[in-house]
């Protein structure tokens, strides 16, 4: 059983980088042809997915976070990150990693995800 969970920070300043590792267990990084995304909820809104990367290393941007979030992953520890700068207080929010068959994730309902990490962008 695939189990993944999210460490960050929790509190960061503004204009400064955030750093999430999301940490598998229960299965490879590499194995299968999955999307292993990061999404967020920042509170009192929905979900919104900002990118995955794939079992092939390929990796997919939510087009408006392109330019201030980086995917990447280390196989040896089975671990993914989001690295997202400069960092705004909308930036705030509740940081979720997850698998899935899917690219674009819309909901909770789809795929395996972690218990969320909260990330606070704040002076």
């Given amino acids: 059983q695939v189990q993944l969970q999210e460490s960050g920070p929790g509190l960061v300043k503004p204009s400064q980088t ?3 590792t999301c940490t598998v267990s229960g299965t490879s990084l590499t194995t299968d042809t999955y999307y292993w995304s990061w999404g967020r909820q920042p509170p ?20 408006s976070l392109k330019t ?4 990447s ?4 520890k089975n671990q993914f990150t989001l690295k997202l700068s400069s ?13 899935a068959k899917e690219l674009v994730l819309k909901t909770m309902d789809v795929g395996d995800w972690g218990q969320g990490t909260q990330v606070t962008v704040s002076s």
Wanted: aromatic fraction near 12%; glycine fraction near 10%.
């Fill in 18 to 20: 955030v750093v999430l």
């Fill in 44 to 63: 009192g809104k929905g979900l919104e997915w900002m990118g995955a990367i794939i079992n092939s290393g390929s990796v997919y941007y939510l087009p």
């Fill in 68 to 71: 201030r979030a980086s995917i």
């Fill in 73 to 76: 992953r280390d196989t040896s």
């Fill in 87 to 99: 960092t705004t207080p909308e930036d705030t929010a509740v940081y979720y990693c997850a698998r």
